[in-house]
């Protein structure tokens, strides 16, 4: 079945002076000239879309998003009727001004969820985000990994999305470093509250938790690596930041957080973990 907005295996049928023609017993879509193609090939991959005059079209350029998923993309220019956004293809994905939760401006950059419409078979972009996150049916238990995609940021945190599915919230006490919006991260869930709202946190659970963020972050170096690093008490300023991110004050309390546990061995050369 060939399925508008989404990536998938098709026949290759024939080729005309318009470029390939791929299908299956659903119909046929066309593969224009300039996407590379094997001619021994009896199936491409390809995404499919439907051109402005309706026909199927395919590409073998997959967009930053399928129908369903969320991507993070730029505004090329608006019109009357809707804003045009870079999806990552030759063909721009159309924001209708009824989906922009705010009024769209060219150049800059937006959270899209891309929808595919049933009734017009169309694919077509949205801003309006809550209107897809749904948590009346989470399935998911403490300690599951999660995909997650940031999307807002206020004073309690950093809002996601779960799973392409679900409304999740980083606190702002479990950030251990630079996260920016937009950016597509793995999470853990550390709480499913009564309301089904969703904690998410960037470590397992499991993994030692710390007070102090600069001790977190320090740990999940060490246990995340080779288990050293060439840091310690007597280190530049500069080498710390450039390492680290922290300054040197933050970077001696938190080694003095993971030493006081017995966590660490402080050597000459550096920082071992033992814990």
Partial sequence: MIRTGYTQELAVLRKNTQ???????????????????????ETLTVFVYRGPDGVWLATQKVPKAEAGGFARMRVMRTGVEGAYMDWGSDHELFVPVAEQKKALVEGKWYITRVVHDERSDQVIGSTRLEDFLDNTSVTLQRGDQVTVMVFGRSALGLAVIVNDRHHGLIHASDLFR????????????????????????????????????????LAKRLQGGTGFLPLNDKSEAEDIHAELGMSKKAFKKALGALYKERLVRIEENGIVWVG
């Fill in 178 to 217: 630079h996260v920016s919006v937009g950016d597509r991260i793995t999470g853990y869930v550390k709480q499913v509250r009564e309301d089904r709202k969703l904690d998410i946190t960037l470590q397992p659970i499991g993994y030692r938790q710390y007070n102090d963020a600069n001790a977190a972050l």
């Fill in 19 to 41: 470029g390939t023609i791929l299908g299956d017993e659903d119909g046929e879509v066309l593969l224009p000239h300039g996407e590379q193609t094997d001619p021994d090939q």
